[in-house]
């Protein structure tokens, strides 16, 4: 088992920046590739962005490429998205997720966070 909790969202401007944290606890936090994902009211939850257990590899999705970063500090237990260039459209709720090895399909995680809020004004 392993508990997720995720941080750092909230109300930003087109074009500003957050930064999201996960923090994980439970079982052995290298043991598991992350995914952030995200669900705007009325949509499918969406893939982000994923990173590998061993931090070698990254994964996004097509519309935040060049914009987000995904990285994990296995010594901290935590992943971490940071967002920038916001746009209305990334307003949604934010989640990070957890399994053996990375996917973007959801369905495919064992372990989800609570989910935190990033509102953007345009």
């Known amino acids: 088992q392993v508990q997720l909790v995720e941080s750092g969202g909230g109300l930003v401007q087109a074009g500003g920046s957050l930064r999201l944290s996960c923090s994980a606890s439970g079982r052995t936090f290298s043991s598991y590739a992350m995914g952030w994902f995200r669900q705007a009211p009325g949509k499918e939850r969406d893939f982000v962005a994923a990173i590998s257990r061993s931090i070698s590899s990254t994964r996004y999705a097509d519309s935040v490429k060049g914009r987000f970063t995904i990285s994990r500090d296995n010594a901290k237990n935590t992943v971490y998205l940071q967002m920038n260039s916001l746009k209305p459209e990334d307003s949604a709720v934010y989640y990070c997720?957890?399994?053996?090895?990375?996917?973007?399909?959801?369905?495919?995680?064992?372990?989800w966070g609570q989910g935190t809020q990033v509102t953007v004004s345009s």
């Open positions: 997720a957890a399994r053996a090895s990375w996917s973007s399909n959801a369905y495919e995680y064992d372990y």
